[in-house]
């Protein structure tokens, strides 16, 4: 479905992915949040995502079509790649599943969000957050960078929404350059999902955007949700 969102644009709230979500309940469909700073942003599993005034925080509606669910995350991420390439002149990868990777360190991270009414979702909120510029704290300055410290054009916020709306919205096959963009892949990693972990190789990746992974025992395993960082590294 082509949506043509109209976007509201806030100094600060405590999240902009629940702001849309209030705005999703009240019947409104076509809107896109953004944010100069969030107060609460969140990240998946309960982490947090911090979220300085510097960046875009965003978040929109889409509605539920047969073909959403999991390929949203990996679409989003393609768009975010590609309006980052136009507006910042950066070029980026894509770590399985969510983050926007440049020169190894996280950029940007995406949290979907289904609302299900029993087992069909009504509609999902895609939250896309990416550090433009300023400063983020210590435990981040190994892990993650902004547009700035990577030395890109700094991108007017509502322009680089605007951008990645229109990318997410008229994206057509993805799947390519989904895959083509993985920076783990081939790689040895350890996959974790819940409590368990995994020694593997990243293999491929299938055609509803899992993570195929082999094993050191050998056997294949397909993973549609979970984190994979490089071996040896830690969970980031
Ligand atoms: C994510 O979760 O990366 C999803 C982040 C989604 C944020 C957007 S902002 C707009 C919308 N409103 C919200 O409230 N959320 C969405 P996850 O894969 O769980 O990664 C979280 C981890 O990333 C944290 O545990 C930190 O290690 C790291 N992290 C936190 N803040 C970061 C930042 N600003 N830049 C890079 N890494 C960060």
Redesign the pocket.
Known sequence: MQMNYRIISLEETD????YVRSLADAGKRDVCVIAKR?TM?????G?????PEG?L???FIVPFDDNSGDSLTAKAAVAVARAVGECTGLSSGIKWV??IFVNGK?LC???TEGVWNGDRAEYFIV???V?LQGE?STE?SD??TTVEREGGRLPDREMLARTILEKFTVCGEFYGEYRDRQILLGKRVTAHRGDESFEAVFEDISDDFGAVLRLDDGTVMKLSSGEISLRGKGD?
């Open positions: 999240s902009t992915n629940k969030q942003g969140r990240g998946r599993l982490r947090s995502f911090e979220s960046g925080y965003m978040s969510n983050d996280k991270g995406i949290l939250g896309i957050g550090n983020l981040l892990i993650a980031d």
